[in-house]
């Protein structure tokens, strides 16, 4: 099992520019995330999935979208990318059980010029 | 929101040292969950906690979920230079609602 994949490693974008960010799950998990994380800021919510064809916002939705493509893919998108958007991403799944663990991806590296 | 205030920010211990670390929150959690981060790498999940009171161990690791349901702990015994890296406490309120709230995190290395 790869568990949680996320596409593209690395990313540099200009301002305006739009770029979608991918994850998948191969643990047949129901709930999927992305988060952001910044120095001193922790992880913070942008959008999460509870189940295959819901979304919600998080803590930080501004400036994002989200699309949940099936039960295994759930892709962030950047319409029109700000320097305020550097960061690192992490998309992250979980059993919508009672449980709560969450489970990583490796992250994206984006930086907005 | 909610906020966990997780310390210390950061510690330089020397290896063979025991390690601890907490998280407090001024309210109450059902799943009590840690995490640690290597440089350049997604958080991987070390230890899971449910119940008020519980001791749980992974190795040189051992959490504990705080009676008042409102903190946690994280010892790690003999650190070793691999030991190096962010921990994170997250809480989960329970229910419905999946979401978890995550500690600032705290940096620990080791010194050889």
């Known amino acids: 099992n790869a568990g949680v994949t996320q596409t593209p490693k690395f990313q540099v974008l200009k301002t305006g520019q739009s770029m979608t960010l991918q994850c998948a799950q191969d643990m047949n998990h129901n709930s999927m995330y992305w988060y952001r994380q910044d120095p001193g800021m922790g992880l913070r919510l942008i959008y999460y999935?509870?189940?295959?064809?819901?979304?919600d916002k998080g803590e930080v939705p501004n400036g994002y979208n989200v699309s949940r493509l099936n039960k295994r893919e759930f892709s962030l998108r950047l319409e029109s990318a700000a320097p305020s958007q550097t960061s690192v991403y992490f998309c992250a799944s979980s059993d919508s059980g009672t449980t709560g663990e969450q489970y990583f991806g490796p992250g994206t590296r984006l930086t907005v010029t | 929101g909610q906020q966990l205030n997780q310390s210390p920010q950061s510690m330089f211990i020397q290896e063979g040292e025991d390690v601890s670390m907490n998280c407090t929150s001024s309210s109450i959690f059902n799943t009590w969950l840690w995490y640690k981060q290597d440089p350049g790498e997604g958080p991987v999940l070390l230890i899971a906690?449910?119940?008020?009171?519980e001791l749980t161990s992974n190795g040189r690791l051992t959490a504990q979920f705080g009676i008042t349901r409102k903190d946690s702990f994280l010892n790690i015994s003999a650190s070793i230079p691999s030991d190096v890296g962010i921990y994170f406490c997250?809480?989960?309120?329970?229910?419905?609602?999946?979401?978890?709230?995550f500690g600032k995190g705290t940096l620990l290395t080791v010194n050889p």
């Open positions: 906690l449910y119940k008020a009171g």
């Open positions: 999935s509870a189940s295959e064809g819901t979304t």
């Open positions: 997250a809480g989960r309120r329970g229910g419905s609602n999946y979401k978890l709230t």
